[in-house]
């Protein structure tokens, strides 16, 4: 059974940093999308970067691009998510998600796909 545990999310003011991480256990191999999602009150999960853990394929959402990098430690079975120039917008509720796969491209970025789910970090960015 795949578990999965985030980290890192808190407050900070727009135009900063944080890197958040998801701690994965109960994997066999590499064969899994990993997938970051975020979901601010009153609106749906949204997909914000994906990364395919065995091809290195990544996709990022449009409202991330160039600002958030994903990225995985395989030793540390940790994936990561590297956010900078945050804006107020970015606050949310962060979830890390898995599904297994035997595809070589992106993963996709729809909540439906994924079959493990965190439980959620809490990023807050104040203008």
């Known amino acids: 059974q795949v578990q999965l545990v985030e980290s890192g999310g808190g407050s900070v003011q727009a135009g900063g940093s944080l890197r958040l991480s998801c701690a994965a256990s109960?994997?066999?191999?590499?064969?899994?999308?990993m997938g970051w999602f975020r979901q601010a009150p009153g609106q749906e999960r949204e997909g914000i970067a994906t990364?395919?853990?065995?091809?290195?394929?990544?996709y990022y959402a449009d409202s991330v691009k160039g600002r958030f990098t994903i990225s995985q430690d395989k030793d540390k079975n940790t994936l990561y998510l590297q956010m900078s120039s945050l804006k107020p917008d970015d606050t949310a509720m962060y979830y890390c998600?898995?599904?297994?796969?035997?595809?070589?491209?992106?993963?996709?970025?729809?909540?439906?796909?994924?079959?493990?789910w965190g439980q959620g970090t809490q990023v807050t960015v104040s203008s």
């Open positions: 990364l395919n853990a065995g091809a290195g394929s990544t």
């Open positions: 109960g994997y066999t191999d590499s064969n899994y999308c």
């Open positions: 998600a898995a599904v297994r796969t035997g595809w070589n491209g992106y993963c996709l970025p729809k909540r439906d796909y994924y079959d493990y």
